[in-house]
């Protein structure tokens, strides 16, 4: 049925392509990979293991970092292939990955496309990050014999509405997979409602809080505020991936805040770099100066991040944080990156795809619900000016990411199980 519906909407489906490819250009890098010819990696040497890992975008591939890390640690000479869909994601792959491994795109979910890159790639293990499910994917992997892994797994309520709709599909899909590592009770419930078997199942938490080692130094904050040119004691409101309709309300907040605060500054890293020339007219148009990180002013007030890989660092200069996806029904982007570098975080109500860690960050003081321009600068302005809140959401920042490590090393191991279970079923055989 899956494969008919496929079939059915291929013309439709050739035409929105050939638009992303020349029109858009947002599979102009990306289509020979999506045509099945990821790069040749089934004549590695003998004894190689390759692990295949799929992370849609940035934040996918952001929350892998730290799996990778952990089973490298495990199973030293291990390879590595990361296919993203959009090519931001890849751009960023390419910065964590090593010489030896390799980047490239997932194939589209049709039949010919994906058996051509599972014969190119013959990985060892299949892992995907947090919601990345293909029907015909994983049922070609399975038939290939390869195990696959889903790591850092969570269904949304939105999600788990959709999926629901078409449990026949879904259903089809999720028992397929061999393990799938969930961030909470919630997630493995409703991937059990799916159609995922229990024994499949576990409970490990979200990779993201395992990134701590990525906080900054002061001497190293220091040298980056400079990098920046913002002038030393001028306090930093720094927006992090923002959507088409959020850096208004953002730049609003910022402009009552000037008021109480002149030498404030504004950073804005908008989730889709190429959006920084609109940005830009946005800034000039509300009477403010702007800057760009790849071509600086010496004064501005609002400063646009037009590269990528470099958000998670960014907090780090901030006073305090404001994560897009929030405002616009997007269901929210990485709210663990600002608490990682010990600063408070803002964030709209539109947390449906990050609503536990939402919770956390409500819970433990250091994250704070807002609607409006007008509640943005009010909450902005109470953590701003009070001297004493610094101190004790640095301190609160901490206890959460003691509290909540560790998903990345439980992750690790289910994966690096697989490997060594294969390796000793080859040795034997």
Not at 80 to 103: C, H, M, Y
Not at 133 to 143: E, M, Q, R, V, Y
Not at 148 to 177: C, D, P, Y
Not at 254 to 264: A, C, G, S, W, Y
Request: aromatic content about 6%; hydrophobic content about 45%; some cysteine.
């Amino acid at each position: 049925m899956y494969n008919l519906l496929l079939v059915a909407i291929l013309p439709l489906a050739a035409v929105f392509y050939l638009w992303r490819i020349f029109v858009l250009r947002k599979a102009n890098r990306s289509w020979r990979c999506n045509l099945g010819c990821l790069p040749l990696l089934s004549r590695r040497p003998k004894g190689e293991p390759l692990i295949w890992l799929h992370a849609a975008s940035v934040g996918e591939v952001i929350a892998s970092v730290p799996v990778l890390e952990e089973v490298r640690q495990r199973v030293p000479g291990i390879r590595v292939l990361v296919t993203t869909i959009t090519q931001s994601g890849n751009a960023v792959a390419k910065k964590f990955i090593r010489p030896e491994d390799r980047a490239g795109y997932l194939p589209l979910d049709y039949p010919p496309f994906v058996l051509r890159a599972l014969d190119r790639v013959r990985p060892d293990v299949f892992v995907m990050v947090e919601s990345e499910i293909w029907p015909n994917f994983l049922f070609f992997a399975k038939k290939r014999r390869v195990p696959t892994v889903l790591i850092n797994g969570r269904v949304s309520e939105q999600s788990h509405r959709r999926a629901l709709k078409f449990r026949w599909l879904m259903s089809w899909a999720v028992s397929g997979i061999d393990r799938l590592c969930m961030q909470t009770d919630a997630d493995e419930k409703r991937i059990k409602a799916i159609g995922a078997k229990s024994g499949q199942v576990s409970v490990f938490g979200c990779t993201k809080f395992d990134g701590d080692d990525e906080r900054l130094s002061l001497e190293e904050t220091a040298h980056l505020k400079r990098d920046l040119g913002i002038p030393e004691g001028s306090r930093v409101f720094i927006a992090g991936s923002t959507n088409r309709g959020e850096e208004e309300p953002v730049l609003s907040a910022f402009l009552k805040l000037r008021h109480q605060i002149p030498d404030l500054r504004l950073i804005i890293a908008p989730r889709k770099i190429e959006r920084a020339d609109k940005i830009w007219a946005l800034i000039v148009g509300m009477g403010l100066t702007p800057s760009r990180r790849t071509c600086k002013k010496e004064e501005f007030d609002v400063l646009i991040i037009d590269t990528l890989g470099e958000l998670a660092r960014m907090y780090a200069v901030g006073d305090i944080a404001f994560v897009g996806g929030t405002l616009v029904k997007k269901g929210g982007h990485n709210l663990i990156q600002p608490i990682i570098q010990g600063k408070p975080v803002l964030f709209g109500p539109h947390t449906f795809k990050t609503s536990s860690v939402a919770e956390l960050l409500l819970s433990a003081g250091v994250g704070f619900r807002v609607k409006t321009a007008e509640a943005m600068a009010e909450q902005a302005s109470l953590l701003l000016l009070n001297t004493e809140a610094a101190a004790k959401t640095d301190a609160a920042c901490s206890r959460l990411i003691s509290e909540n490590k560790g998903a990345s090393a439980k992750c690790a191991g289910v994966i690096t199980e697989i490997l060594k279970a294969k390796e000793e079923r080859a040795s034997a055989a």
